[in-house]
């Protein structure tokens, strides 16, 4: 459930890919901010009032029949506004100016300049390099509006009522593409709504806490621990909030990636003194996947070998009530489950589907969070830095870097050369900075090489980091020639089954990161 904390910025869903961008910059700034959707429950949005409004992008025309609407509080309750594109074409059209169809769409970067003096744009260059991506254009601004930024090809890149505190701008300040698009949002969080920056990582613990006891009270409550970022933060902060109350289950699919299982046990049991049941499945892994080489079929099995396994852990466990997962942002966008407009591009793993005798409630704290945030939170609550630093890994786990059929010999190949990749982009430095992801990835392509003086005819493997903010676009990471040199020769040494290592080049889009 959203509720916005007090002194926050609402900003409204219509849509836009980068939505929850806006949000994120927000609470960068230190200032608590959540997405609501457009027609959103206008009490909850409003119950610890907000200091201001932002109205977000999407793909929508404000003429075009059933175009989601500006909700009625947004003008009455007197807090500044920002509309960014649809979010300004609203703003306009609801408050008597006109927007129409711009001859030319503006798409990609362009240049603003001042037309007028603003607090949204104070202390900005005179020049901004900004992001466009837009259809519609305002034609007549609404009384008391006035231009304070052109493009060259729209007169109103930026407006704003300067008296009652309503703005629009027609690019997205939140996008990296515009380059002072921190300072825009500063400028109107700040400035504009008068808000304070109190927003960290302990706050936000601080308020899970409150929200994970007052759900949970004295219930109990079953984790899927991966030994992932996300699960592993979720762990703990639920740990923190409600102690032995919470019991997870660690389920070993041999999936993982070399030491982890281990590792797991070793600082959630040992360490943090968690209930931690490990539940070892291997074999019954490996033989479900016997023979399967389609990504969508792998993903599938290894959803359901999963449901079968927590299920049955869970269900030795008696009066557990809440389910609690590691979800994160762009697992929720990813799988579109919360936007209309969003499409399905992967079925991602997570224990969706238990069977009916296992009915949980949902406990989700990261819901709406980035990585990056969830690492200064798991930072924030003790947790390793082995722990909060570890590659992102996805919910199928080496099965989906293992192209081709799955068995234990193909998975120890991959383990092997994934680990002397990744030591040696920590022993870089490149772990943390410089790339997002790095994992490597083995074809079922063999290809001939020599090796002494012998002929060899072995797999082919791929390395793969790249370079993000949000995991949603992604490009590779332009790595240092001699590390990659240094990499593909150790891997051809010392792993048997390999004699050809190859870097991919695809950013995302088109490409995903992982390859399945
Ligand atoms: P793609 O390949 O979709 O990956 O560009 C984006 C991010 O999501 C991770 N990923 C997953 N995470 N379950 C997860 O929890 C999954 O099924 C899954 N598939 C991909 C991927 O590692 C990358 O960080």
Redesign the pocket.
């Known amino acids: 459930m959203h509720e916005l904390k007090r002194g926050g910025i609402a900003v409204i869903d219509y849509g836009s890919q980068y939505t929850q961008l806006i949000a994120r910059r927000i609470r960068e700034l230190g200032v608590y901010s959540e997405v609501f959707a457009f027609d959103g429950d206008a009490d909850q949005i409003n119950r610890h009032e907000p200091a201001g409004y932002i109205l977000s992008g999407g793909p929508n025309s404000v003429y075009a029949p059933g175009a989601p609407q500006l909700p009625g509080f947004v003008l009455v309750a007197d807090r500044p506004v920002l509309g960014i594109c649809y979010g300004m074409q609203l703003l306009t059209d609801a408050l008597g100016g006109r927007v129409s169809a711009a001859s030319e769409r503006e798409y990609g970067p362009a240049t603003i300049t001042h037309a007028a003096q603003s607090p949204l744009l104070d202390g900005l260059q005179p020049e901004l390099q900004v992001w466009m991506s837009h259809g519609d254009r305002i034609e007549a601004l609404p009384p008391g509006f006035k231009s304070l930024a052109r493009s060259s090809n729209s007169p109103q890149a930026a407006i704003g009522d300067l008296e009652r505190n309503l703005y629009g701008v027609q690019f997205h300040p939140e996008v990296q593409h515009s380059a002072q698009g921190s300072a825009i949002l500063s400028n109107f969080v700040f400035r504009i709504c008068g808000c304070l920056a109190k927003w960290s990582a302990d706050a936000f613990i601080r308020d899970a806490i409150g929200s994970i006891r007052a759900q949970v009270r004295n219930e109990r409550v079953l984790l899927a621990l991966?030994g992932?970022v996300?699960s592993a933060v979720t762990g703990a902060l639920i740990h923190r909030a409600i102690g032995d109350q919470l019991t997870c289950v660690f389920v070993d699919h041999g999936l993982l990636r070399k030491g982890e299982a281990e590792q797991v046990v070793a600082v959630f049991r040992d360490e943090l003194g968690m209930n931690l049941i490990a539940a070892r499945a291997v074999e019954t892994f490996l033989s479900g996947l016997q023979g399967v080489t389609e990504p969508e079929a792998k993903?599938k099995i290894i959803g359901k070998l999963f449901v079968d396994t927590f299920s049955r852990e869970a269900r030795r466990l008696q009066g557990v009530r809440f389910l609690a997962q590691g979800t994160i942002y762009?697992?929720v966008i990813?799988s579109a489950a919360d936007s209309k407009s969003a499409k399905t591009?992967?079925?991602?793993?997570?224990v969706g589907g238990l069977p009916d005798d296992l009915r949980f409630e949902l406990i989700e704290p990261l819901r709406d969070c980035f990585k990056d945030e969830v690492r200064k939170i798991g930072l924030a609550l003790g947790l390793s830095d082995a722990i909060v630093w570890r590659q992102?890994?996805?919910?199928?786990g080496l099965a989906?870097r293992c192209l081709g059929e799955i068995t234990w010999q193909r998975l120890e190949k991959l383990r092997a050369a994934d680990a002397i990749y990744v030591d040696a982009l920590r022993d870089a430095g490149l772990l943390r900075r410089g790339t997002a992801?790095s994992f490597a990835v083995l074809l079922p392509v063999k290809s001939v090489g020599v090796m002494g003086d012998n002929r060899s005819y072995e797999e082919a493997l791929v390395l793969r980091s790249v370079t993000t903010d949000d995991?949603?676009t992604?490009d590779w990471a332009r790595l240092p020639y001699e590390l990659l040199a240094k990499v593909s020769a150790q891997i051809v040494n010392e792993v048997p089954g390999i004699n050809r290592v190859t870097y991919d080049i695809t950013s995302?889009p088109p490409?995903?990161?992982?390859?399945e």
């Open positions: 991966s992932g996300d993903r762009p697992d990813e591009i992967k079925s991602h793993h997570n992102p890994f996805p919910g199928p989906i992801q995991f949603m992604a995302k490409g995903t990161i992982e390859w």
